[in-house]
Structures are given as C-alpha cells and as structure tokens.
C-alpha cells in the first residue's frame, strides 16, 4: 500500500472513529460497554477479513513466518490494549457526557507521536 493511500485510510478511519460517539452513547442505552464493543468488533472483521485477504495476503504470511514467537507477542500485546482502550472508553460514557469522552479519546491522536518522540 502507498504512502497517500495509507494516509487517506488513516484520515477516514479517525474521521468515522471521531463522528461515532453518537451512535456509541445511544446505543450504550440499551445494552452495556462489553457487549457493544464484541458486536463492534465483530462487524469490523466481517469487513477487514475479505480486505486484508485480497490486498495484504502475501504480506501478512511472510511477517507471521519471518518470526512466529515475535509476532504473537506484538498481536497479543496489541490485542489486550485495544481490547483495555476500547472497554475503558465505552465504560466512560456511562459516567460523563459525550463531549468529554470524545476530547479525551481524540487528545491521543497528538500526544502519542509526541510521547513515541521522547520514549523512542
């Protein structure tokens, strides 16, 4: 994938991440943060899972093969953070109003190229 097409991905995908607080907090009214995010995540991989088998098969064979331990090390440490961030955020907007749960999950998109900047 090039340069400008993983930037317009990463463009759209902040920009429908931002806008969904919405549709987060309405649909937090009927059922609770755990089961929104497994049905949220369950139709993004509906969605990715042809994506990423068309377009980045070959690319994602040769990584889990070049090192195997290596790489379910980094898929599980990205797995349970995703899984702490996600289930945080939605556990959030049932004690704070939607705009303070937007800033605060919207504020890391700067901070952590500025954290990786000074740590790495």
């Known amino acids: ?17 931002g806008t969904a607080f919405i549709a987060q907090d309405t649909g937090m009214d009927n059922i609770g943060p755990l089961t929104f995010n497994s049905a949220r995540f ?9 994506v990423a088998l068309i377009i980045e098969r070959k690319k994602i064979i040769s990584e889990i093969n070049s090192n195997k331990k290596l790489f379910f090390k980094y898929y599980m440490f990205m797995g349970v953070s995703l899984f702490l961030g996600t289930s945080l955020q939605q556990a959030a907007l049932q004690y704070t109003n939607i705009a303070n ?6 504020f890391y998109v700067p901070i952590v190229p500025i954290l990786l900047f000074f740590f790495l």
């Open 42 to 50: 369950f139709v993004g991989f509906l969605f990715m899972l042809p």
């Open 1 to 17: 994938m090039s340069k400008s097409a993983s930037l317009i991905c990463a463009l759209i995908t902040t920009f429908i991440w």
């Open 101 to 106: 749960a937007a800033f605060f999950t919207i």
